[in-house]
Every structure is written in structure tokens, then in C-alpha cells.
């Protein structure tokens, strides 16, 4: 089965930064496009960052200059730098990524960013 763990959440200051890692099982990340999703309370889920399987990344006008999203493909992860925090950040990040069956998706991490 399909499984995808997200870790790296936290609370920090704004202006900080975080490094959020997805590690996948039973899928290979670099075949398939990999997304990250943000949801805020109250609010849908967004798409935050995406990497294809020919490695060209795509950012939401939100985030653009600020997170940066990789393939580890030796490590079957993928990850998002997030500097420059901004309170509007916080949400529960997840990671996802479809094949032609399903949509798989993360448990979720929480980022705080607060002062």
C-alpha cells in the first residue's frame, strides 16, 4: 500500500524557516508529479508547491521566492524549504501525489508561525 509521511512542522517566529520532509512508501516519487498542500483553518486546501517527474517545480504566487520544493530520488522524498515565514503560512501542510487509481495523501504537519 501507499503510504506518506510528513514531518518537519513546528512552531517558529516569523521571518524563520523550516524544512518539511514527505517520505513515501510503496510509490516511487520520481515517476509521478509530487505536490505540497496547505489548509488553514477555515479555509480549503491550496496548492502550495509541486515537482514533476522531469524535475520543473511550480510555486503559488503566495510562496514564490520564499519555499523552494525537491525529489530526493535515492530517498524517496520530497521536501519543502519554507524561509521568510509569514503568520499566513500557518496551516497543516501535506503532501500528495496520484497515479492513475488514486490520490494519496499525508497525515499532515503543523506549522505555527507566531511570535
Known amino acids: 500500500q501507499v503510504q506518506l509521511v510528513e514531518s518537519g512542522g513546528g512552531l517558529v517566529q516569523p521571518g524563520g524557516s523550516l524544512r518539511l520532509s514527505c517520505a513515501a512508501s510503496?510509490?516511487?516519487?520520481?515517476?509521478?508529479?509530487t505536490r505540497w498542500y496547505r489548509q488553514a483553518p477555515g479555509k480549503q486546501r491550496e496548492l502550495v508547491a509541486a515537482?514533476?517527474?522531469?524535475?520543473?517545480?511550480n510555486y503559488a504566487d503566495s510562496v514564490k521566492d520564499r519555499f523552494t520544493i525537491s525529489r530526493d530520488n535515492a530517498k524517496n522524498t520530497v521536501s519543502l524549504q519554507m524561509n521568510s515565514l509569514k503568520p499566513e503560512d500557518t496551516a497543516v501542510y501535506y503532501c500528495?501525489?496520484?497515479?492513475?487509481?488514486?490520490?494519496?495523501w499525508g497525515q499532515g504537519t503543523q506549522v505555527t508561525v507566531s511570535s
Open positions: 500528495n501525489v496520484d497515479n492513475t487509481l488514486s490520490h494519496f
Open positions: 510503496g510509490i516511487t516519487f520520481g515517476f509521478y508529479t
Open positions: 515537482v514533476t517527474r522531469g524535475g520543473s517545480t
